[in-house]
């Protein structure tokens, strides 16, 4: 939840997404993929501290490889809505969500950071002002504007809420590497195959919880795995501890394992801690609802 921490100062969290299905379609003309992806934020979050500052726009992060300053994508963000600021701002980025992992941290950052904004200054901007200012940010900065469960498409950037999913208990890992998102999509190559999305919003509209599992997937996983075994190797690992599925988020390296609950998700979480000094291991859950204004439900 949106705090302040001071006159002029605001505490925003920027959470964590998870892709519970990534259906990759023909490459468009302007060099995007078409994509149709059913999102899901988790309780794993950056802290953004943001606060007035006498003029233009600081950026800054306590995580050494992330860029600062006009390289950030929150920088950029709040550049869209400089005309509009009448002061300056300053954002100080407390990193949880590790990077190049294909959890969205970045775009999180950008878009809490024009929630932020907007709340911090006053400036009165609906939804539909900041899904616009987003979608010139980056494809997945839109969706953390809306949060919670919600289907995007075109090349990510055009976002619907769905109906909540249930709450699940979650394992997630990312090895000691990164990938870069560009990099998988000018690899994959469109095949034949079942979309896994109109699956999922069947059974998420039934409130299947089975059905919701069942329809899991993520269509980038193959050109992942080739590059990098290891992560076929942990969803193996996560099947292994108990996992009801498996799943690459985004175009990785990471990957969540759904758990039937807390206790379970929490022992596979300590034992993965221990076997895998070298990966980042989190606990954690979907988060139900995050509205426009950062606030978390549930």
Same mark, same amino acid.
């Given at each position: 939840?949106?705090?302040?921490?001071?006159?002029?100062?605001?505490?925003?969290?920027?959470?964590?997404?998870?892709?519970?299905?990534?259906?990759?379609?023909?490459?468009?003309?302007?060099?995007?993929?078409?994509?149709?992806?059913?999102?899901?934020?988790?309780?794993?979050?950056?802290?953004?501290?943001?606060?007035?500052?006498?003029?233009?726009?600081?950026?800054?992060?306590?995580?050494?490889?992330?860029?600062?300053?006009?390289?950030?994508?929150?920088?950029?963000?709040?550049?869209?809505?400089?005309?509009?600021?009448?002061?300056?701002?300053?954002?100080?980025?407390?990193?949880?969500?590790?990077?190049?992992?294909?959890?969205?941290?970045?775009?999180?950052?950008?878009?809490?950071?024009?929630?932020?904004?907007?709340? &911090?200054?006053?400036?009165? @901007?609906?939804?539909?002002? =900041?899904? %616009?200012?987003? /979608? !010139?940010? *980056?494809?997945? +900065?839109?969706?953390?504007?809306?949060?919670?469960?919600?289907?995007?498409?075109?090349?990510?950037?055009?976002?619907?809420?769905?109906?909540?999913?249930?709450?699940?208990?979650?394992?997630?890992?990312?090895?000691?590497?990164?990938?870069?998102?560009?990099?998988?999509?000018?690899?994959?190559?469109?095949?034949?195959?079942?979309?896994?999305?109109?699956?999922?919003?069947?059974?998420?509209?039934?409130?299947?919880?089975?059905?919701?599992?069942?329809?899991?997937?993520?269509?980038?996983?193959?050109?992942?795995?080739?590059?990098?075994?290891?992560?076929?190797? &942990?969803?193996?690992?996560? @099947?292994?501890?108990?996992? =009801?599925? %498996?799943?690459? /988020? !985004?175009? *990785?390296?990471? +990957?969540?394992?759904?758990?039937?609950?807390?206790?379970?998700?929490?022992?596979?979480?300590?034992?993965?801690?221990?076997?895998?000094?070298?990966?980042?291991?989190?606990?954690?859950?979907?988060?139900?609802?995050?509205?426009?204004?950062?606030?978390?439900?549930?």
């Amino acid at each position: 939840m949106e705090k302040r921490t001071g006159a002029g100062a605001l505490r925003v969290p920027a959470y964590a997404k998870i892709n519970l299905t990534l259906d990759v379609g023909a490459l468009r003309p302007d060099g995007y993929h078409q994509v149709t992806s059913v999102m899901q934020t988790i309780d794993l979050a950056d802290t953004l501290l943001i606060s007035v500052a006498p003029a233009g726009i600081e950026v800054s992060c306590d995580a050494p490889d992330v860029p600062a300053g006009e390289e950030n994508l929150a920088h950029r963000a709040l550049a869209t809505l400089a005309p509009l600021i009448p002061g300056g701002i300053r954002v100080d980025i407390r990193k949880r969500i590790p990077r190049a992992a294909g959890l969205g941290g970045g775009s999180s950052d950008a878009a809490a950071a024009l929630k932020g904004a907007n709340s &911090l200054y006053g400036l009165g @901007l609906g939804e539909r002002e =900041l899904l %616009a200012a987003a /979608a !010139g940010v *980056g494809s997945d +900065v839109p969706f953390f504007i809306v949060g919670g469960t919600a289907l995007a498409e075109g090349r990510g950037e055009l976002v619907k809420r769905l109906p909540t999913l249930p709450v699940f208990w979650l394992v997630v890992v990312k090895p000691g590497f990164g990938v870069k998102t560009g990099d998988i999509y000018r690899l994959y190559r469109e095949s034949a195959k079942v979309g896994r999305t109109s699956l999922l919003l069947r059974a998420l509209e039934a409130g299947d919880r089975d059905g919701i599992i069942a329809a899991l997937g993520n269509d980038l996983e193959s050109v992942t795995c080739a590059l990098h075994p290891e992560v076929a190797a &942990l969803k193996e690992r996560l @099947l292994e501890r108990g996992a =009801l599925k %498996a799943v690459m /988020a !985004g175009s *990785g390296p990471a +990957v969540y394992g759904i758990f039937p609950g807390e206790a379970e998700a929490r022992l596979a979480a300590g034992e993965l801690k221990r076997e895998m000094p070298g990966a980042d291991v989190f606990l954690t859950r979907t988060c139900r609802c995050v509205d426009a204004v950062g606030k978390q439900e549930g």
